[in-house]
Nanobody, 120 residues
Framework: QVQLVESGGGLVQAGGSLRVSCVAS????????MGWYRQAPGKQRELVATITRGGSTNYADSVKGRFTISRDNAKNTVYLQMNSLKPEDTAVYYCNARVVVAAQNDYVYWGRGTQVTVSS
């Protein structure tokens, strides 16, 4: 079994910064891609950023230049540094990871989410 646990969410004023983290634990042989998604009230979950094991990144247009995704492979941890936050960034932020649990067996796991609220 694999668990992903997010932390670091909270309330911040517009223009401020916040860093959220996600740690994966359990029966993990390796983790390939990791990512952050978010879901605002009444909206669908959307991609924020992804990062490969080798460090290649991809960002939603809405966060480019403001958010930075990074990971520590030794700690099975992915981070999202969020700068210049806007009220429209308010959402529950979820991490996910594609985890290799056995030879030629990988699955995508999700965390339970952490709330980020940006006040105007």
């Amino acid at each position: 079994q694999v668990q992903l646990v997010e932390s670091g969410g909270g309330l911040v004023q517009a223009g401020g910064s916040l860093r959220v983290s996600c740690v994966a634990s359990g029966s993990i042989l390796a983790i390939s891609a990791m990512g952050w998604y978010r879901q605002a009230p009444g909206k669908q979950r959307e991609l924020v950023a992804t990062i490969t094991r080798g460090g290649s990144t991809n960002y939603a247009d809405s966060v480019k230049g403001r958010f930075t995704i990074s990971r520590d492979n030794a700690k099975n941890t992915v981070y999202l540094q969020m700068n210049s936050l806007k009220p429209e960034d308010t959402a529950v932020y979820y991490c996910n990871a594609r985890v290799v649990v056995a030879a030629q067996n990988d699955y995508v796991y999700w965390g339970r989410g952490t709330q980020v609220t940006v006040s105007s």
